[in-house]
């Protein structure tokens, strides 16, 4: 399995940018489809953003989509997360995730970063 650690999180205004990283170690980067997830106080972890093992083909969820931006670095294990325009909605622990081509699932989690946008 794939060993993963976020950071880049913390304090934000609203209409503020961060980005998050999330680094890889382990078995071949290149091998997962990458996602990120987060998880507000009080509610159930939710989808933000997949990409692709090579990068090409990226997916969001609507409340994210045209703020955020998912990318990879396979010659570094890196996976990113470019949130800008932020809202205190958005305020939550995002953990980033990899599937293994083929599988369905997403079955190596990080650690999580807490994000917080105040108003």
């Known amino acids: 399995q794939v060993q993963l650690v976020e950071s880049g999180g913390g304090l934000v205004q609203a209409g503020g940018s961060l980005r998050l990283s999330c680094a890889a170690s382990?078995?071949?980067?290149?091998?997962?489809?990458m996602g990120w997830f987060r998880q507000a106080p009080g509610k159930e972890r939710e989808f933000v953003a997949t990409?692709?093992?090579?990068?090409?083909?990226?997916y969001y969820a609507d409340s994210v989509k045209g703020r955020f931006t998912i990318s990879r670095d396979n010659t570094k294990n890196m996976l990113y997360l470019q949130m800008n325009s932020l809202k205190p909605e958005d305020t939550a622990v995002y953990y980033c995730?990899?599937?293994?081509?083929?599988?369905?699932?997403?079955?190596?989690w990080g650690q999580g970063t807490q994000v917080t946008v105040s108003s």
């Open positions: 995730a990899a599937s293994i081509i083929g599988d369905q699932n997403f079955r190596s």
């Open positions: 382990g078995r071949t980067f290149g091998s997962y489809t």
């Open positions: 990409i692709n093992w090579i990068g090409s083909s990226t």
